[in-house]
T-cell receptor, first 111, second 113 residues
């Protein structure tokens, strides 16, 4: 069964903290994505990666960075968390055709 | 600039009737469209897709229609069931090899018994 897992379902952090969100997929997919979901805005792409050590900016990369050292793992880093980064973060992976498999999401609250 | 728009934030339908969810797009380069369903506290799950070379794709109770001239697609669910209550997102891709999806804002569908 296809599986994308995220390290935490809920996370509470303080303003200014460095935050790591981890995502692992077991499907040997080349492509991995990080989105955030906010009410009324849908899902917005933060960063994506086509291959190990490769990354590309999505639509809203500011304040975020990513790391992909292994094919199955894609990490999202908030260098200095701010309250406007409070959101639901969704990781996804896909093969060569569009159509992504999503993880369960991490609800991050920044106080 | 919202390239994919779902103008109805919510929709309420009686069980057994047809649910019609709508989606409009502005980018004429989009050539592949998908619908996702999302329950609370879960990630979205893929429902159905359509390529721009088709105008209809059917999978069981779910049918997606694409009107390229109007830049409009719709998802029909018939008959609607209580388990269909969820948030539905449409998404679009320009160049299937590019992988990037652009999502709409979502429509919350409630099926009433």
């Amino acid at each position: 069964d296809v599986k994308v897992t995220q390290s935490s379902r809920y996370l509470v952090k303080r303003t200014g903290e460095k935050v790591f969100l981890e995502c692992v997929q077991d499907m040997d997919h080349e492509n991995m994505f990080w989105y955030r979901q906010d009410p009324g805005l849908g899902l917005r792409l933060i960063y994506f990666s086509y291959d190990v050590k490769m990354k590309e900016k999505g639509d809203i990369p500011e304040g975020y960075s990513v790391s992909r050292e292994k094919k199955e793992r894609f990490s999202l880093i908030l260098e200095s968390a701010s309250t406007n980064q409070t959101s639901m973060y969704l990781c996804a992976s896909s093969l060569s055709t569009p159509g992504e498999f999503f993880g369960p999401g991490t609800r991050l609250t920044v106080l | 600039d919202q390239q994919v728009k779902q103008n109805s934030p919510s929709l309420s339908v009686q069980e057994g009737r047809i649910s019609i969810l709508n989606c409009d797009y502005t980018n004429s380069m989009f050539d592949y469209f998908l619908w996702y369903k999302k329950y609370p506290a879960e990630g979205p799950t893929f429902l159905i897709s359509i390529s721009s070379i088709k105008d209809k794709n059917e999978d069981g109770r779910f049918t997606v229609f694409l009107n390229k001239s109007a830049k409009h697609l719709s998802l029909h669910i018939v008959p609607s069931q209580p388990g269909d209550s969820a948030v539905y997102f449409c998404a679009a891709s320009a160049d299937q090899g590019a992988q990037k999806l652009v999502f709409g804002q979502g429509t919350r569908l409630t099926i009433n018994p």
